[in-house]
């Protein structure tokens, strides 16, 4: 069954967006920051997943993060 909603809310993407200093956020610009925080976040994962499972393990650590981030960037 889909999951209703975004798995990161419009509410903390529009807190983001005034910590970087917007006075005022539209629900579709923190509607689309979070989509494409969730593109980003699903490459990463994936690769992190990729480079855990290439050491031998089934458990994702930070380190593989950190790497699939600047493989990815």
């Known amino acids: 069954?889909?999951?209703k909603g975004?798995?990161?809310p419009a509410a903390p993407m529009a807190e983001l967006m005034k910590r970087a200093g917007a006075e005022r956020v539209s629900e579709s610009a923190a509607k689309a920051l979070?989509?494409?925080l969730i593109e980003i976040?699903?490459?990463i994962?994936?690769?992190a997943v990729r480079l855990a499972k290439h050491a031998g393990r089934k458990t994702v650590k930070a380190e593989d993060v950190e790497l699939a981030k600047r493989r990815i960037f």
Do not use: H
């Open 45 to 47: 994962s994936e690769e």
């Open 41 to 43: 976040g699903l490459e």
């Open 6 to 8: 975004s798995l990161i």
């Open 34 to 36: 979070s989509k494409f």
């Open 1 to 3: 069954m889909p999951r």
